[in-house]
């Protein structure tokens, strides 16, 4: 497949430098637009890409246009006339519109929604104007629907004569004479049911929707669990007002994977693909996070600062400052990765946060046992190495000291695990994308934490002069 794509991208610059007509749309009939679209991202020259908008049938590249990235998308808009945006606002689905109008300048969505028609311009207003991330969002107003009164026959007919006009003719959708969405159609059923029946008769009764308000995650999930084709969204009156398809969701769950996968690194998503985002604009992306990870890294500044006259009587203690920090923050970091998952499969809800808190409290005191007693017998053995570790501790207190790491292991395992849970919880609690609550962010406020119980430990010690003052 790979050879077949590279043989098809070296036709695809061949007939844009030779302006061949003929093999220009022989490959829109035979390759893929999604691939032809990624060919001409890296043409640099807007002029060669509009010779494909003249000589290509605009069923095609309306398609192909769609899957454009922005920045070529508004080379093209600003290179289009009239005539020629006209054209593709007319082959184009409404959605598909409000898409890249959504990240054009002002000056280019006035001018295209001046050159929309008016019916479909109230369309595409009411779908920019909806809230961002919600089902209304990612809908689509061409879909088809049909009075339930009808026959299979009526129905059947309908659809060879307007069917092409919709995105999907898979669902069909009924309503009554005042618009209320009562029932869905199959299309499997359309074609072996009687014609003589009425869709009334043969419609799915237990119908699932969404409302134009509902969270796209929310909306993506339905969509998994009950294995859609399309999904019906209504507003408050339960009017049918669009219809959003497996192909938009996709686009959602990528959408929300990256995101996800953005936050739990400790950087803010970005808007564009990784090779089109310019270096400011990631540095601007990624320092606000490592900012705050340094404002909280100052409190553990503070706590060796207390503590730096016992570490010069103990300095062994320092040692293994590394192993108690990165351990808490790798624990905390495999609870929280698996809790953000949970909670965004909707494998358990908020309420059920002390039985998740209980679940992770047995684990971590069973990973931390088994952990911190490994841990001690390493230790053990580092100290009885001759020049490994340079200490002038006795045996007993050598002993001591890896007992007092150890059990700061422990505790430092069950809080972080501890953390890593109770904080998507409460993003969630706070209405907030729980994959704000990152690994580094966990790693930081755990990192504090440890040291403080580290030294707590020493300091119980250090009291009854175990150790020399």
Same mark, same amino acid.
């Given at each position: 497949?790979?050879?077949?794509?590279?043989?098809?991208?070296?036709?695809?610059?061949?007939?844009?430098?030779?302006?061949?007509?003929?093999?220009?749309?022989?490959?829109?009939?035979?390759?893929?637009?999604?691939?032809?679209?990624?060919?001409?991202?890296?043409?640099?020259?807007?002029?060669?890409?509009?010779?494909?908008?003249?000589?290509?049938?605009?069923?095609?590249?309306?398609?192909?246009?769609?899957?454009?990235?922005?920045?070529?998308?508004?080379?093209?808009?600003?290179?289009?006339?009239?005539?020629?945006?006209?054209?593709?606002?007319?082959?184009?689905?409404?959605? =598909?519109?409000?898409?890249?109008?959504?990240?054009?300048?002002?000056?280019?969505?006035? *001018?295209?929604?001046?050159?929309?028609?008016?019916?479909?311009?109230?369309? $595409?207003?009411?779908?920019?104007?909806?809230?961002?991330?919600?089902?209304?969002?990612?809908?689509?107003?061409?879909?088809?629907?049909?009075?339930?009164?009808?026959?299979?026959?009526?129905?059947?007919?309908?659809? *060879?004569?307007?069917?092409?006009?919709?995105?999907?003719?898979?669902?069909?959708?009924? *309503?009554?004479?005042?618009?209320?969405?009562?029932?869905?159609?199959?299309?499997?059923?359309?074609?072996?049911?009687?014609?003589?029946?009425?869709?009334?008769?043969?419609?799915?009764?237990?119908?699932?929707?969404?409302?134009?308000?509902?969270?796209?995650?929310?909306?993506?999930?339905?969509?998994?669990?009950?294995?859609?084709?399309?999904?019906?969204?209504?507003?408050?009156?339960?009017?049918?007002?669009?219809?959003?398809? $497996?192909? =938009?969701?996709?686009?959602?769950?990528?959408?929300?994977?990256?995101?996800?996968?953005?936050?739990?690194?400790?950087? $803010?998503?970005?808007?564009?693909?990784?090779?089109?985002?310019?270096?400011?604009?990631?540095?601007?992306?990624?320092?606000?996070?490592?900012?705050?990870?340094?404002?909280?890294?100052?409190?553990?500044?503070?706590?060796?600062?207390?503590?730096?006259?016992?570490?010069?009587?103990?300095?062994?203690?320092?040692?293994?400052?590394?192993?108690?920090?990165?351990?808490?923050?790798?624990?905390?970091?495999?609870?929280?990765?698996?809790?953000?998952?949970?909670?965004?499969?909707?494998?358990?809800?908020?309420? =059920?946060?002390?039985?998740?808190?209980?679940?992770?409290?047995?684990?971590?005191?069973?990973?931390?046992?088994?952990?911190?007693?490994?841990?001690?017998?390493?230790?053990?053995?580092?100290?009885?190495?001759?020049?490994?570790?340079?200490?002038?501790?006795?045996?007993?207190?050598?002993?001591?000291?890896?007992?007092?790491?150890?059990?700061?292991?422990?505790?430092?395992?069950?809080?972080?695990?501890?953390?890593?849970?109770?904080?998507?919880?409460?993003?969630?609690?706070?209405?907030?994308?729980?994959?704000?609550?990152?690994?580094?962010?966990?790693?930081?406020?755990?990192? $504090?934490?440890?040291?403080?119980?580290?030294?707590?430990?020493?300091?119980?010690?250090?009291?009854?002069?175990?150790?020399?003052?």
């Amino acid at each position: 497949m790979a050879k077949w794509l590279v043989k098809k991208e070296i036709e695809f610059v061949s007939a844009l430098k030779n302006r061949d007509v003929k093999k220009m749309r022989s490959l829109f009939n035979n390759v893929p637009t999604v691939d032809l679209a990624i060919f001409a991202e890296k043409i640099e020259d807007v002029s060669s890409l509009m010779f494909i908008f003249k000589v290509v049938p605009s069923e095609l590249t309306a398609d192909f246009f769609t899957e454009l990235n922005d920045e070529t998308q508004e080379k093209l808009l600003n290179t289009f006339s009239d005539k020629e945006l006209v054209e593709l606002i007319n082959k184009s689905y409404t959605d =598909d519109i409000v898409d890249f109008l959504e990240d054009m300048p002002a000056n280019l969505v006035t *001018r295209t929604l001046r050159l929309t028609p008016k019916e479909r311009r109230e369309s $595409v207003n009411k779908l920019l104007n909806y809230k961002e991330d919600t089902a209304a969002s990612v809908m689509t107003t061409e879909y088809f629907e049909l009075h339930s009164d009808i026959t299979v026959e009526e129905a059947m007919k309908a659809i *060879r004569e307007k069917g092409k006009k919709a995105e999907t003719i898979y669902t069909v959708f009924l *309503r009554d004479e005042k618009r209320t969405l009562v029932g869905t159609v199959d299309l499997d059923d359309l074609i072996f049911a009687d014609p003589k029946q009425t869709l009334d008769e043969i419609k799915n009764k237990e119908f699932l929707f969404t409302h134009v308000n509902t969270d796209q995650e929310e909306v993506a999930q339905k969509f998994k669990k009950y294995d859609l084709h399309a999904l019906a969204v209504v507003n408050n009156e339960q009017k049918l007002v669009g219809v959003i398809t $497996v192909d =938009d969701i996709i686009d959602v769950i990528e959408k929300e994977v990256n995101e996800d996968v953005a936050l739990q690194s400790g950087v $803010v998503p970005l808007k564009d693909e990784y090779m089109e985002t310019k270096p400011l604009r990631m540095a601007l992306k990624c320092a606000p996070w490592l900012i705050v990870l340094i404002i909280i890294g100052i409190f553990s500044e503070l706590v060796l600062s207390k503590f730096q006259e016992k570490l010069a009587i103990v300095p062994a203690l320092i040692f293994f400052i590394p192993v108690l920090m990165d351990t808490g923050g790798n624990a905390g970091g495999q609870t929280c990765g698996l809790i953000i998952r949970a909670l965004a499969l909707k494998e358990f809800e908020v309420k =059920d946060f002390w039985k998740v808190v209980w679940k992770e409290t047995k684990t971590a005191f069973l990973t931390g046992a088994i952990v911190s007693t490994f841990a001690f017998c390493v230790f053990m053995v580092e100290f009885s190495i001759p020049g490994l570790i340079q200490t002038e501790l006795s045996i007993i207190q050598k002993l001591v000291v890896s007992g007092i790491v150890s059990l700061a292991l422990l505790s430092a395992i069950i809080l972080s695990k501890f953390v890593a849970c109770a904080l998507p919880f409460l993003a969630v609690r706070l209405k907030k994308d729980p994959a704000l609550t990152s690994q580094p962010f966990v790693t930081t406020i755990v990192d $504090v934490c440890s040291l403080l119980i580290y030294f707590g430990i020493f300091m119980i010690f250090f009291a009854t002069g175990f150790f020399p003052r």
